[in-house]
């Protein structure tokens, strides 16, 4: 996890990133949440690393095209490097690996001397960040005469160190580099390597995330295992043989884990214990697909699953289904593949198995809708089962739900069009014909004449393709093309549709927005401390409206209780999980002052209410929102109005 330095350093060289213009420190500082001189700073401080170049004048900053020639001559951050620890987070994990191995505990003076910084800066800057990740995992550093220990149970520094490992800038791709520079004098690529091989040939389908995932908790036990460090008593039994017999697969689990053992013991001259072994069981057991997604049917899960948690997470869609007004909520297949995915997320929470997805932040802000429904599904799923469902398989749930709204969502509303060409054998009726076949349902012909016919008596069409240059009526979009349909003329007409159709989209946005937003709901710099003060503020406002009761404002919290809100670095969207509000709204605060929003801190609250009548434009709403504010541009422009008025105008400016 990055320290909220790093984070501001990141979001400023992203913001400078997506800027077509320069940039002026009072805006970046508005944008970051810091100062004018803290901008300056972290410029140097990018700068210094050489890894990009920010440019300044005194128009402000922008991002060089090109990185200094030391930069690019440099390693990537994939690649990479042995380097000392420069940065709080590198520093921090650094700390926590020599912890792990320091049986004896570690000098406060000797791992100062090893970061080449002070003692003071030691204990006031690296030492609150190692604290507070360590106790995230039910783990302490005791403090003794300037000598440092971690202590906690095994279980616990091994998902420690797993976490460090999948939680840094690049997830999954740097894991391993991330466990070489932790533990250096062990052979991290040639125990992977031994390990993939050892699982390719052992007949179990184990996707690409369940794999990386699996790989890395293995890595870590056997690197803990070679220092002595194995999993004890007070850990309590772990029962991986009770899992593991309830499978179809458990002779290849099996003999998979035993491999495995067997490649320890031959590498490292001793036996794997039987706690770790059972560790090694559950880990593959919980890593397997059941079954191929192919062959799923009512029938086969009911083999594998209990018929009433079927039916529950069946239940589960169908209400889902009802909620976000979809009346036809995903396809048979998709519903068993989740029903599938939410029997192996129950039983990773009941084994409490972490199964981190690195692409859990890109898929909540980038698929705000389909995420949302993850997070619906999620809430009644956990409450049904009493469990703990996080936000990576929140994530989880949205990339199965995502992929079926990418492949099988329905077009927007057909372009209408009318076809002008002279007759000439059949050319008419062939190039129509081609027409149909090459856009399908994305145009409707609804005439086909000549041009006499169409000066004497045009229809109302949204586009005009013609092969006779004709002047056409008002708004209409000509596409002037030949009477043969080349390649030229499909990339000409399938642009001019994809203008058509933005156009609707845009003046649909207005209407749906400016419907929602209202003078009466705007408030400039609210006096709030975090989230739940922000909603409670807001909340007061609504109900001296008449637009929300206590009921709604409480299941406000409770959704943003399930799964943060800020879907952006700017923004957050607090809305209901499962109550309707009286009448549909969109409430607005803007700050000067950062709000702190779980891990971000925001400076503008959309506070969205969707009447039961209006939940077919929820999706629709917070697309638009997200759009608006996933660009600089807009959000700068944002970060600089005072009025409603003002307000109104910015926002709907790209949308317009």
């Known amino acids: 996890m990055a320290s909220a330095k790093q984070n501001r350093i990141n979001r400023m060289i992203d913001v ?21 001189r803290s901008i300056r700073n972290y410029v140097a401080e990018v700068n210094e690393t050489g890894t990009r170049h920010i440019e300044s004048s005194k ?12 930069a690019s ?16 987070d590198s520093r921090r994990d650094f700390t926590i690996s020599r912890l792990v191995n320091a049986c004896d505990g570690l000098s406060v003076f000797d791992i100062a001397d090893e970061l080449f910084i002070s003692e003071s800066t030691f204990q006031s800057s690296v030492m609150p960040q190692v604290r507070a990740l360590v106790r995230q995992f039910d783990l302490n550093v005791e403090t003794h005469d300037y000598r440092m220990k971690l202590t906690g149970r095994e279980a616990d520094k091994r998902k420690l160190l797993g976490h460090i490992a999948t939680h840094n800038s690049y997830g999954y791709f740097t894991s391993t580099k991330t466990l ?4 250096p004098d062990f052979d991290v690529q040639a125990t992977l390597s031994s390990l993939v091989a050892i699982c390719q040939r052992s007949d179990l ?14 890595l870590v036990i056997i690197i803990r295992l070679t220092s002595n460090n194995e999993l004890s008593e007070v850990d309590g039994p772990i029962d991986a043989d009770g899992l593991v017999t309830q499978l179809g697969q458990r002779e290849q689990i099996v003999r998979c884990a035993q491999r495995i053992a067997a490649y320890f013991e031959k590498e490292f001259g001793c036996a794997i214990p039987r706690d770790d072994f059972q560790q090694i069981l559950l880990l593959l057991a919980l890593s397997v697909e059941r079954c191929d997604f192919d062959e799923l049917s009512r029938e086969k899960l009911s083999s594998i699953i209990d018929r009433e948690f079927v039916d529950m997470v069946l239940g589960i869609l169908d209400e889902c289904g009802k909620r976000y007004d979809l009346p036809r909520f995903i396809d048979e297949p998709m519903r068993l593949q989740l029903v599938l995915h939410m029997f192996n997320a129950y ?15 890109q898929i909540k802000s980038e698929y705000a809708p389909v995420y949302d429904m993850a997070v619906y599904i999620a809430h009644r799923f956990s409450t049904a089962m009493d469990i703990e469902v996080g936000e990576n398989e929140i994530a989880f749930i949205a990339f199965h739900i995502g992929a079926y709204f990418e492949k099988f969502s329905a077009p927007d509303g057909a372009v209408t069009c009318t076809v002008i060409i002279e007759e000439y054998h059949d050319f008419a009726r062939r190039l129509v014909d081609d027409l149909k076949t090459e856009f399908g349902d994305d145009i409707s012909v609804v005439a086909v004449m000549s041009c006499d016919s169409y000066l004497a008596n045009p229809p109302e069409s949204d586009a005009v393709i013609t092969t006779i240059d004709v002047p056409v009526c008002g708004g209409t979009t000509k596409v002037l093309i030949g009477p043969i349909l080349t390649k030229q003329n499909v990339r000409k007409i399938r642009d001019r549709l994809c203008a058509i159709q933005e156009r609707r989209r845009r003046l649909y946005a207005q209407g749906l927005l400016g419907r929602l937003l209202q003078p009466g709901l705007f408030i400039r710099n609210i006096d709030v401390v975090g989230a739940t003060s922000c909603i409670d503020q807001m909340g007061k406002l609504l109900a001296v409206q008449g637009l929300a009761t206590p009921e709604f404002i409480a299941d406000v919290h409770l959704r943003e209780s399930v799964s943060s809100t800020a879907f952006t670095d700017s923004l957050a969207i607090p809305h209901a999980i499962s109550v309707y509000p009286k009448r549909s709204f969109i409430a607005v605060a803007h700050n000067d002052t950062p709000i702190p929003w779980g891990r971000h801190d925001v400076r503008f609250v959309l506070l969205i209410g969707i009447a039961q009548e209006d939940m077919g434009l929820f999706r629709d709403v917070l697309d638009l929102i997200i759009e608006v504010f996933s660009s600089v541009e807009t959000t700068m422009r944002l970060m600089q109005t005072d009025t409603f008025e003002e307000f109104l105008a910015a926002f709907t400016h790209d949308i317009g």
């Not at 994939?78 to 620890?85: D, F, H, I, R, W």
């Not at 389908?205 to 293995?218: K, R, T």
């Open 59 to 70: 128009e402000g900053y922008r991002l060089a095209t090109a990185a200094p020639a030391a």
């Open 347 to 361: 039983q990773r929470a009941v084994y409490r198995v972490s199964y981190p997805n690195p692409l859990a932040a």
């Open 205 to 218: 389908f184990i996707n690409g995330y369940a794999l990386s995932n699996l790989l890395v908790h293995l």
């Open 73 to 88: 001559a440099s390693a990537s951050p994939c690649e990479g490097v042995n380097t000392l620890p420069a940065n709080a």
């Open 180 to 183: 070489e520079n932790m533990f």
């Open 16 to 36: 400078l990133e997506n800027s077509s213009s320069w940039v002026s420190s009072s805006m970046l500082a508005g944008l970051l949440g810091a100062s004018e």
